[in-house]
């Protein structure tokens, strides 16, 4: 994104120079419209070693002749990307640094006299090549500085082999065009890369960058409150001594003086921000992971150990009521501690204090029931498919250590789901089963196009499929149309009078399209029927708590097509297909599923259908689903159309909340549709499920909606310990932060769809048992 805040470019452009860009696209991304001329190339193609070096070789030299210009920047990026395909001690790199030396002969060939030469590197790296952490060899980079005229001097601190600041660089740069620091600069001047000056222009420049740095500590004083009031006070008094001793140098050695207090103070006043800029609470993070860790190690003991049985005997006993007023109770503690002054922070009170009483209730619960957890154990005997399902859902979390990985994840999820499936299938060993898998395979190859791509995969990137869509083609729109039409059709034929519905809100949908399409069509009639749309999916969804005595298998078939006509509606028509291929992915997985028996008895089938293995394939799925659907873990491709689809929300009182609602469900429609169906996992087929009584099937279903919701907590797990990892990796607010906050949505968005799936189910159970 562009930068706004005041910089070495911005300031040349202020004062009328003119600056030239070569090479590295990222810094016409950064500063657009800043400069003379441009010759800017895509920066991402790391396998790429010679292209941008070739092109800026083929203008540098005669812009150097030229004299319009005040700044000329040339990125080459071949040692960079040697680096990262073949690391430091590859032949290509040998190749890549001699052309470097040949370049640089060149060009201090023909530099002109009033020309300064700075060559420098943004970064080191390891012997690996990689360069995204914080070792010396990653953070230490080369910086050579050439020039035909004498150079200034700072007492032979500065040769070869000598270490300088980076942020040294901005102020340097600034001095050498002759103007001042940019306001964000903490650096300090080196003279010694500068050309040699008088005393009154060394101390002028000195002032200069005194005075920058005054009014940044007092400006941060008045907006930020990370630095205390006293020491900023120091510093700010230090600096202004600084500045009034300016006035009294006039010996050589008093300047030399002069100028080692002043790059003391400068140091001091960097030390004192670097120990807030650049330092995590680790103890923080540590206990955050560990909280995590057990909340999932303790709930997967009783999803995984406590038989089902027993589980209905937990929910039909006082133990949930004693649990909900124990919490309560808690609430209401802090609450009166609170006002009677007893306590300083409410909301961590109330979280400290019923995530303690939480804890102990399920540790107790555990206790208890620790007799029938272990003769599980003991007597469990788990299928290959059922161990590789957990391997593949752990290998899909651990490999989000890799930054590489996070950027790729949509192909590794569709790996690993269809992988998955195919176990399963193999698994029931049937020529149905082979051909669902085949079906399955070529529904996730078809949400392929819509995948797009992120900046960093390079080739599909510079050809556009990663913009983001705004109006549709005209085969995308037929394309939608034809899936929401199929999807209806067959929902009409099955779905008895709730059809009705669904019939009526899809084809308001393609209406809402149809309408709104190209630039002839009506954007208000459009919104009209978007919101006519938006109102009958909510009638049906109020449909479908009403009571009949089918039982909850087809309502709940309902409350996933809603959910498709809710996630079609926001994604658009560039996308509605995808949404379609997701229920049909889903759809022909629920169906392999249902295959998956042991011993022909009603009882085993249902745990082979309840166990870990099936809520790990369709955490991958719905995974997966997120980037089929076009989305990917970056801020830059929220697209936020779909909270104007129906109108600006704004207008009314409660806009913000719709504005969220909207947001949310574009991003993560898919988990929160395949939490809403984990209950017709165990429902879906006739082969015993429907010989079993409501209260075991309940059992089965709350164990296999916990063990769904944590599969995603185990994905926001290692995502949380991959950023804590990475905190000082080059790639953390690029890569790692917006996966693990994307993460943390998906989790929750799965977790709110099972309590929907899960609430719907036992609504409908049959009536002589459904309080117990």
Known sequence: MEIHEDNVIDQIIKSGSKAVLLGDDTWSRLMPGRWFRSH??????????????????????DEIKKDDWDLLVAHYLGVDHAGHRYGPNHPEMTRKLQEVNTRLQKIIEILPHNVLLYVVGDHGMTESGDHGGESKAERSAAMFVYSNSQLGED???????????????????????????????????????LPKM????????????????????????EESQQVSLDKLAHL??????????????????DLKDYISD???????????????????????????????????????LITEGVPFERICSIFASSFVPSGLTSVAVCIGVCYNAFYFRYLDDLEHSIILSTGLISGAITCLLIIMHWDGITQRWYEGRSHFYERFSRAALVASAVVLVSNSFVIEEGASLAFLSLSVVAVM????????????????????????????????????????EGAPTGQASRAALVLALGSVAATVAIARRHAGWRGYGVAISGILVCAHWAVGWGSLGSPIQSKLLAKLAWLVLGVMFALLWKRERHGPTLPLMMLALIIYL????????????????????????????????????SKYSLTARCNSSIACVWALLASYCFYGTGHHATLGHIRWAPVFHAGDPN???????????????????????????????????????????????MAAIFSLCLKYALCFAVRVFLCALSATIHCRHLMIWGVFTPKLLFECGACAAAFLGTITGAALTAWHMPAQQRNS
């Not at 680790?282 to 709930?299: C, D, E, G, P, Q």
């Not at 898998?437 to 996730?444: D, H, I, K, P």
């Not at 996630?567 to 295959?595: D, E, K, W």
């Not at 806009?655 to 609602?661: E, F, H, L």
């Open 262 to 300: 002043v790059k003391d103070l400068m140091e001091s006043i960097r030390i004192v921000f670097r120990e807030v800029w650049v330092e995590f609470d680790s103890l923080s993070m540590l206990r955050a992971l560990l909280l995590l860790l057990l909340a999932i190690f303790f709930n997967w």
């Open 425 to 464: 299938a193999w698994s029931v060993g049937t020529a149905k089963a082979a051909a669902l898998w085949l079906s399955c395979g070529m529904v996730l190859a078809a949400t392929r196009p819509y995948r797009g791509c992120r900046e960093e995969q390079g080739d599909c990137w510079t050809a556009g």
């Open 40 to 61: 800017a190339l895509y920066s991402f193609h790391t396998w790429d070693l010679d292209t941008v070096d070739n092109e800026v070789d083929t203008k540098i030299y």
């Open 651 to 697: 207008y009314i009182s409660f806009g913000p909340a719709i504005t969220v609602i909207l947001v949310s469900l574009h991003l993560f429609g898919m988990p929160f549709m395949f939490g809403a169906t984990v209950p017709l996992l165990a429902l879906w087929g006739r082969s015993g499920v429907s010989t079993l009584g409501p209260r075991t099937q």
């Open 155 to 193: 007492g032979g601190q500065m040769s070869v082999g000598g270490e300088v600041q980076q942020t040294d660089l901005a102020p340097t740069l600034s001095a050498a065009l002759g103007r001042p620091p940019p306001a964000p600069s903490l650096g300090n001047l080196m003279f010694s890369v």
């Open 236 to 253: 700010i008094n230090e600096t202004r001594e600084q500045i009034e001793k300016a006035a009294n140098i006039e010996a050589e050695q």
């Open 198 to 221: 008088s005393t009154s222009m060394t101390l002028l420049h000195l002032s200069n960058n005194l005075k920058q740095v005054t009014k940044y500590l007092v400006r941060y004083g």
């Open 566 to 601: 809710a996630n079609a509606l926001v994604l658009g028509a560039s996308y509605a297909p995808a949404a379609a291929l997701s229920l049909l992915a889903g759809f022909i997985t629920l169906n392999i599923v249902s295959l998956l028996k042991t011993n022909g008895s």
